[in-house]
């Protein structure tokens, strides 16, 4: 896949305000925050979207949500916060390296925009 500034940032060549790390991801501060708390957990090996990732990735995947879990009670949104993944260019993935959106802080509406 294409590189992206993902993994510059995982490569720390590009700066970011990481508040998780360890061998299979890393978490930091979106830099454009949609909510008071808004992190983006990101798996350090390159998967492009959600789709693209198959069985060989399921443990990263629940790894993931786990990461996710903790960077939301880390960030005292614990008990309530929404986990969003854009999975292509036409409902808004920007970025074309896999990544959840962490975000909490505020009150959300159902069904998202
Ligand atoms: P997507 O639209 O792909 O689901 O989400 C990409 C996210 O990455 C956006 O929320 C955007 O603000 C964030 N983003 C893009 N470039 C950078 C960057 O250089 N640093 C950080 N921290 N976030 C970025």
């Known amino acids: ?7 510059k940032i995982i490569r720390r060549e590009i700066p970011a305000d990481v508040v998780y790390e360890d061998d ?3 978490a ?4 454009n925050p949609q909510a008071p708390v808004h992190i ?5 090996q390159p998967i492009a979207r959600l789709i693209d990732a ?15 879990n ?8 614990g008990e309530a916060f929404r ?11 920007s970025v074309f390296h896999l990544h959840l959106h962490i975000l909490g802080g505020r009150s959300f509406t159902w069904p998202p925009g």
């Open 1 to 7: 896949m294409t590189e992206t500034i993902f993994a």
């Open 24 to 26: 299979r991801c890393l």
């Open 28 to 31: 930091f501060r979106d830099v």
């Open 40 to 44: 983006l957990v990101v798996p350090k």
């Open 54 to 68: 198959g069985e060989n990735d399921e443990a990263l995947l629940g790894h993931l949500l786990l990461v996710a």
């Open 70 to 77: 903790q960077v939301a009670a880390d960030h005292g949104i």
């Open 83 to 93: 986990v969003v993944v854009n999975n292509g260019a036409g409902v808004g993935q």
